[in-house]
């Protein structure tokens, strides 16, 4: 009678989890946790780890499930370090299980092994381990999971010798139930619901917590019973409001005097589930008023490190819920809708010329993948996110290399959807190994290539403070019809406005994985 192996009682623990599709680029440490693959479990295979990770953040993002990734010792999980920071800052559940060399080995530092392996990706994981004997291995990873998915979510690793899965165990594991989202404190929704009902002005700030725990219909309404205005979080990766509501007022800036000016005529201020506030540059208004602030949200670092404003503690869901049974329906006037810029003309090729154009041919319900920072500025104005349900995903790190495998990611975990990816010249090659998953997949998705040949939002925040001669920002001479095809995807150059809309209403229309490179013009002259 074959007796039950470490690799049995996990393959078991995955199913009870929902952890079946699995994430990866093998290498001999991982040999033996993939032999004899079980018909029931799907592998995903990536040619680099960075965009093995990157596939797997997206799909997780879009599922709002944990996921499995399985990466190679010291070298593979290396790869992979820019897009685990990438799933570290947009809190996504993933279970990194790294191989290792054999635990016989290890004293004599052998070829493959990863020295201090549960310390390498620290600090961008919530919890490391390298199980202490093969038997803790399906422990540790029910552990990983329950730390992955708990709130604030986040990713984990284990490391896991080879020789461990072929260990016997005549321990149980159970596979507990995902432990669900907490409430806040009533005494200090309370407060808040006093202050809303003596404010004149109050304004909501959305972050990308609120999507990521289905809250946005409850935050409409919150906004809705409030009449406040409703700003984004800066650098928010996830859409929170419906971009085409009365009361959206925009997007606020990452510098601390631009978010002051655009909230001083406000007597209160509410943040959903984002930081107050996350900058990126400082122009020497460090301190710049802000109006009373109330921070709802599910992470006690983002609530500690606070400069201004009283905090709640308590998952988005749950604590606009909370709020919507504490407030009464408001008679004080709505503010003003947000004034959009007019729609470019359409005499050059511009990123604004795309996004409004994208704009009239988008489907339905569609998902929309962006890793364009220098257009960022143009989309906000000219491609409305109108789904209250994961309609846009992008980076909250700022790393590149997310956005072709995020398309990529989500066309997986997201079937019902169109998945539109729309990334610049420079981000895309962080990453454009996973067209190759596309094709292998025959996946729906349809991903633009915004062509400006050069790092543009690296040159364009040179010159904003000064700079001269800056090297490294001109690219140019890529093409990436011919890489697209190179990996068995379907592609199309457009180079002249005129072709735009056919050619994109085209792509759209494809059910083969397709890439339009599109040759625009030089991004526009500042960032923020």
């Known amino acids: 009678m074959n007796k039950r192996t470490v690799l049995d009682a996990t393959r078991e623990l995955l199913r009870e989890l929902g952890l079946t599709t699995v994430f990866g680029n093998p290498g001999t440490t991982e040999v033996p946790f993939l032999t004899d693959w079980p018909d029931d479990f799907d592998y995903v295979l990536g040619l680099q780890e960075s965009a093995v990770v990157a596939m797997a953040d997206a799909y997780a993002q879009a599922n709002r499930q944990a996921v499995l990734v399985n990466l190679h010792s010291a070298g593979g999980v290396g790869h992979g370090l820019g897009s685990l920071f990438t ?13 290792q060399q054999n635990r016989a080995l290890l004293p004599h530092d052998p070829f493959l092994g990863a020295v201090a392996a549960p310390e390498f990706p620290k600090p961008y994981v919530k919890w490391s381990i390298e199980p202490a004997c093969a038997e803790d291995v399906p422990a540790a990873l029910a552990r990983a999971y329950h730390v992955a998915t708990q709130a604030p979510p986040g990713p984990v690793f284990v490391s896991v010798p080879a020789d461990d899965w072929t260990a ?205 920072p220098s257009h960022r ?87 904003s403070i000064g700079g001269a001669k800056l090297p490294g920002t001109e690219l140019g001479g890529i093409d990436f019809a011919a890489l697209a095809a190179g990996m068995g995807c379907h592609s199309v150059t457009i180079t002249e406005p005129s072709s735009l809309a056919p050619g994109l209403t085209a792509a759209l229309d494809d059910k083969r994985p397709t890439l339009v490179h599109i040759r625009v013009t030089s991004a526009e002259k500042s960032l923020y």
């Open 168 to 372: 016997t165990t005549e321990r149980p594991v159970i596979a507990r139930p995902r432990v669900r989202g907490f409430a806040p404190d009533p005494e200090a929704v309370d407060e808040l619901a006093t202050a809303l009902a003596s404010s004149e002005r109050p304004a909501i700030v959305v972050g990308s917590a609120v999507d990521q725990d289905a809250a946005v219909e409850e935050t409409v309404a919150f906004a809705e019973r409030t009449n406040a205005g409703v700003y984004v979080a800066p650098m928010s990766s996830r859409c929170s409001f419906p971009e085409d509501h009365p009361l959206f007022q925009g997007f606020l800036e990452p510098e601390r005097g631009a978010v002051s000016d655009r909230l001083k005529g406000h007597d209160l201020v509410v943040v959903l589930g984002a930081p107050a506030f996350t900058y990126h540059v400082d122009r020497g208004r460090g301190d710049a008023a802000m109006p009373p602030l109330f921070i709802v949200s599910d992470d006690e670092q983002i609530l500690a490190r606070a400069f201004d404003g009283t905090g709640i503690r308590a998952t988005p869901k749950l604590g606009i819920r909370a709020l919507l049974n504490a407030v009464v329906r408001s008679d004080r006037p709505a503010p003003s809708p947000r004034t959009r810029p007019t729609t470019p003309s359409g005499q050059a090729l511009t990123g604004a010329f795309v996004y409004a154009t994208l704009a009239e041919l988008l489907p339905d319900n569609a998902i929309v993948v962006e890793e364009a």
């Open 377 to 463: 500025g143009v989309l906000h104005d000219h491609l409305p996110i109108t789904a209250t349900d994961t309609g846009f995903l992008t980076v909250a790190s700022g790393t590149l290399g997310y956005g072709v495998p995020g398309a990529v990611g989500a066309a997986l975990g997201r079937p019902d959807r169109k998945v539109v990816g729309v990334i610049g010249d420079g981000s895309s090659m962080y990453g454009i190994q996973a067209l190759w998953t596309a094709a292998r997949h025959d996946l729906p998705v349809t991903i633009l290539i915004l062509d400006n040949t050069e790092y543009a939002a690296v040159r364009i925040f040179g010159d």
């Open 87 to 99: 799933a570290y800052r947009n809190r996504t559940p993933l279970i990194i299980l790294a191989g």
